[in-house]
Antibody, heavy 121, light 109 residues
């Protein structure tokens, strides 16, 4: 059973860059057919897809976040990363990494436990 | 962007009763629809994919139906562990974007 674990700072200052890492274990991040993804959830709110990356490096981003987001993958370390630039308090959320399955788009069959990131000075 | 609308926002149900949750897409997503369950402090858990196929380990009391723009999740006989928030999500192939519904909270009546 694949497991995903998010890590990174729990507090980021406004205007700075939020950087998170997701380590994948129990399965190969280089396996074809999966989209490695970031999803967030504002406190007490619903789910928002941020973007996903294939092991080859192909990416798709949420258009509403695309100008500030970069997702990258390091297959040698079995990790994916999220960089979200110029953050504000509105970026305070629980950030999840997840494994996506599907063709052009995907659904998520394995999730990390999530990590809360607060944006505050 | 395909907008997903779930109803009702909150559903009050007694244990043992049937719960019916709805999800509507702003345009056809064929059968590219999943349902998740989320309990407080936990990540979402995949229940149903392809609109009607239960994920591994999901009890038979959970069933999904629908296609196109109208979808339903039915829990045939609510157990105590089923009280949670349920989200639908479309994964239509193009544009390759993911959108979630706003969620339905199933609470104890």
């Amino acid at each position: 059973q694949v497991q995903l674990q998010e890590s990174g700072p729990g507090l980021v200052k406004p205007s700075q860059t939020l950087s998170l890492t997701c380590t994948v274990s129990g399965g190969s991040i280089s396996s074809g057919g999966y989209w490695w993804s970031w999803i967030r959830q504002h406190p007490g709110k619903g789910l928002e897809w941020i973007g996903y990356i294939y092991y080859s490096g192909s990416t798709y981003y949420n258009p509403s976040l695309k100008s500030r987001v970069t997702i990258s993958i390091d297959t040698s370390m079995s990790q994916l990363s999220l960089n979200l630039r110029s953050v504000t308090a509105a970026d305070t959320a629980v950030y999840y990494c997840a494994r996506g399955r599907g063709g052009g788009s995907c659904y998520f069959d394995n999730w990390g436990q999530g990590t809360l990131v607060s944006v505050s000075s | 962007e395909i907008v997903m609308t779930q109803s009702p926002a909150t559903l009050s149900v007694s244990p043992g009763e049937r719960a019916t949750l709805s999800c509507r897409a702003s345009q056809s997503v064929s059968s590219n629809l999943v349902w998740y369950q989320q309990k407080p402090g936990q990540a979402p858990r995949l229940l149903i994919f392809g609109a009607s196929t239960r994920a591994t380990g999901i009890p038979a009391r959970f069933s999904g139906s629908g296609s196109g723009t109208e979808f339903t999740l039915t829990i045939s006989s609510l157990q105590s562990e089923d009280f949670a928030v349920y989200y639908c999500q479309q994964y239509n192939s193009w544009p390759p974007e993911v959108t979630f519904g706003g969620g339905t909270k199933v609470e104890i009546k």
